[in-house]
């Protein structure tokens, strides 16, 4: 059995790509996270609401309200909550210039993070440093529809895994990351964002976009990438005393990507620490 939950603070927690509107987002998941966690800080670091998802067809159901309701209660509470939207949320970078303050939620086009010890990162989506999305923009539609297309796939190619006895294995991930790779080797997206971080005399990045969680040092800047809440399922976190780390909650809490979509007790762990 999963060790039992108790709710944990974290100093600020950042999470991207949840891409709600998507049959894809992780919704459950995602809710279970954030019942069970407490922050002075929340940064949703874009793709929160997937805007180029529901032009196309719509799609919202509970558990999509369950994730707003948790996000709405941290804000109630006191917790800063900062929307920074991105790419597939870019309706919302209208209203940046109105310096709207949304149900306690600020919009803003990037922020700048004082870790607990000190550090000072910048938090960014990160699409402005993809040159699929900057100048070729249907290109990057194309690959949001293909990438669609193989999380569907995904599934039914898991249940014929699951009968076969095999574990599961993430086809649509391993599609999007030979893709993202190509991408990110022309574009040397990371470098790039890296690059932006020291210009601005910062100590580190922390962005989103690529849905491939990571934390590294890139020469001399710190670079975080917290994931999505698609597959990986990830989430960047500062402890108190400014320690980064990166939790894989689908894997710290042995949760089944192919099981029905419903909130399941887990343990919180760490993957990775800086």
């Not at 108790?6 to 991207?16: D, G, K, L, N, P």
């Not at 790419?87 to 310096?99: A, I, K, Q, Y």
């Not at 923009?137 to 006895?165: E, S």
């Not at 491939?212 to 990830?234: F, I, K, P, Q």
Request: glycine share 8%.
């Amino acid at each position: 059995m999963n060790a039992p939950i108790i709710q944990t603070h974290f100093r600020a927690v950042f999470i991207s790509d949840t891409h709600l509107g998507t049959r894809g987002c992780r919704t459950d998941f995602l809710a279970d996270f954030l019942s069970r966690i407490s922050a002075e800080h929340i940064y949703l670091v874009g793709d929160i609401i997937d805007g180029w998802r529901l032009r196309k067809s719509w799609f919202w159901d509970d558990g999509h309200d369950q994730v707003l309701r948790h996000i709405l209660r941290h804000s109630r509470n006191g917790t800063a909550v900062t929307y920074i939207p991105g790419n597939h949320d870019e309706m919302f970078r209208t209203w940046l210039p109105l310096g709207l303050e949304v149900a306690g939620i600020k919009l803003v086009r990037e922020a700048v993070h004082e870790t607990a010890d000190g550090r000072k990162l910048l938090v960014i989506h990160g699409d402005e440093f993809d040159s699929v999305v900057c100048y070729a923009k249907f290109l990057a539609v194309l690959g949001d529809g293909a990438y669609t297309l193989a999380l569907a796939v995904n599934r039914y190619f898991n249940l014929i895994r699951l009968k076969l006895g095999r574990p599961y294995w993430s086809l649509s991930a391993w599609l999007k990351r030979q893709v993202k790779e190509a991408v990110k080797a022309i574009d040397r997206f990371e470098v790039a964002v890296a690059d932006e971080a020291r210009a601005r005399g910062l100590d580190g990045v922390v962005c989103g976009h690529i849905h491939h969680a990571e934390m590294r040092m890139v020469g001399d800047v710190l670079y975080c990438n917290d994931g999505d809440w698609v597959e990986s399922c990830t989430a960047l976190v500062e402890h108190d005393d400014g320690r980064l780390e990166l939790l894989d909650w689908a894997a710290l809490n042995n949760l089944s990507f192919l099981v029905p979509r419903m909130p399941k007790l887990g343990a919180v762990g760490l993957v990775e620490a800086v």
